[in-house]
């Protein structure tokens, strides 16, 4: 993956970062790739649905309970008939995804900086 573009400090704070904590996870009807989580983000959101093409490293029962980061602000978008309402951050090495667990002490909707 290529190096991207600069970006200013007011780009990076237009990004609402937060723990988030699946409160439940389930395969997306007619996909091999995509789990559809509620995620708990605080206050601020509430629980939203939020798609993420994960489902060939990580079992939706896998997630449920779990603390991971998600940009809380990313504009809705559809999947297969699905609207995701967020994004969870991964990590993306080489050879596959992996999900960035946060302790689960932290209280959902904690901003992440």
């Known amino acids: 993956m290529k190096k991207k573009l600069t970006i200013n400090f007011n780009d990076f704070e237009k990004m609402d970062i937060r723990v988030g904590k699946v409160v439940e996870a389930g395969m997306v009807?007619?996909?091999?790739?995509?789990?559809?989580?509620?995620?708990?983000?605080?206050?601020?959101?509430?629980?939203?649905?939020?798609?993420?093409?994960?489902?060939?490293?990580?079992?939706?029962?896998?997630?449920?309970?779990?603390?991971y980061p998600f940009i809380a602000n990313l504009e809705p978008k559809k999947f297969m008939g699905e609207e995701s309402q967020g994004m969870i951050l991964v990590v993306d090495a080489p050879e596959r995804f992996f999900l960035i667990n946060l302790d689960k002490n932290l209280k959902p909707g904690t901003i992440i900086r």
Request: without cysteine; hydrophobic residues 35%.
């Open 29 to 67: 009807a007619g996909s091999k790739n995509l789990i559809k989580m509620k995620v708990d983000l605080g206050e601020d959101y509430g629980v939203v649905q939020i798609l993420s093409g994960i489902a060939k490293y990580y079992q939706p029962e896998d997630l449920v309970g779990n603390n």
